[in-house]
């Protein structure tokens, strides 16, 4: 692997890894939006109008992580073994 697709390899993962954490991040910082989360998870069709909007936008927002990670991987800017990792927390 030559040094730039190495480099290329490297950006991809830390530019995914920044997004999943911010994604992280921000469940961690609001108790409240935890709460949205687990519970549309487990039972989103109970949720109110504006709860089931949230809580709609943040599945679109992590669904953007996962196409973005996915696409590096079609392209070969993600490894394998990384692509795996990514991979867990999707089904996860």
Same mark, same amino acid.
């Given at each position: 692997?030559?040094h730039?697709? $190495?480099?290329?390899?490297? *950006?991809?993962?830390c530019?995914?890894?920044?997004? &999943?954490?911010?994604f992280?991040?921000? &469940? =961690?910082?609001?108790? /409240? %939006?935890?709460? %949205?989360? %687990?519970?549309?998870?487990?039972h989103? /069709?109970? %949720?109110?109008? #504006?709860? @089931? #909007?949230?809580f709609?936008?943040?599945? &679109?927002?992590a !669904? $953007? !992580? ?6 590096q991987? +079609?392209? @070969?800017?993600? +490894? ?5 990792? !990514?991979? *867990?927390? =999707? +089904? !996860?």
């Open positions: 692997m030559s730039n697709n $190495r480099a290329s390899a490297v *950006a991809a993962k530019a995914s890894t920044q997004m &999943l954490s911010q992280v991040d921000a &469940l =961690i910082a609001d108790p /409240e %939006l935890m709460d %949205l989360w %687990l519970g549309g998870r487990s989103a /069709e109970s %949720l109110c109008d #504006a709860a @089931g #909007a949230r709609a936008n943040m599945c &679109l927002k !669904f $953007r !992580f996962f196409s973005a990670t996915q696409c991987r +079609r392209v @070969g800017t993600l +490894r394998e073994d990384d692509w795996t990792e !990514f991979y *867990a927390v =999707i +089904r !996860f």
